[in-house]
């Protein structure tokens, strides 16, 4: 994609992921407000009740208020839940890292670093297996579109205030066998 423009090369890599996965199901996975009560240490009866407001049937179609709001959560979710949700925050990543201001949906979230950090930034020992465990639903299709990305923001000169290396330490550490 060298000769395509920068938003050309963001375009292309969210129609890749939209993709690659096209069709995953949450199911019983951990929805994104259960994670978030699971965060704060809640009950199961709070787990229950937040999961129920979570309708959505389709990633494409998770709220971004739910994202932007979500930073930490993708820690907290099971496998299948981390499966389901991951494109809707690498997509919201790429339609949202260019804002910037006070009204940006970016502007007070924590979320860019957190999906870095969800996907092999920082981390070691028994985390690692752990997180490890998360990516063992991916296809290889979906598996070479979070490379894709990765690689995008390691080395797209446009792009300010990601982790400091986050990218390419995700790349090393596991993604880059996929690129």
Partial sequence: M????YEQRKLALIDEITA????????DGVSISEA???DDNGSDSERAAARKRDTETRWQDVPDENIFRGDSH????????FHYYIPAY???FLRNMDDEGPQSPAFNSNTFDSLI?????????????FYLSKYQLFTLEQSKAIAHFLHFLQFEEEI?????????RAL???WGKFK
């Fill in 74 to 81: 993708l820690t907290f979710m099971d496998e299948v839940g």
């Fill in 20 to 27: 690659a996965f096209d069709g995953v199901a949450r199911g």
């Fill in 36 to 38: 978030r009560v699971i």
């Fill in 117 to 129: 950090f969800a996907l092999g930034a920082d981390r070691s020992g028994a985390l690692e297996e």
């Fill in 2 to 5: 060298p000769n395509h423009s």
């Fill in 160 to 168: 300010e205030d990601l982790p400091e290396n986050g990218a390419y």
């Fill in 90 to 92: 690498v997509v919201w």
């Fill in 172 to 174: 090393e550490r596991y």
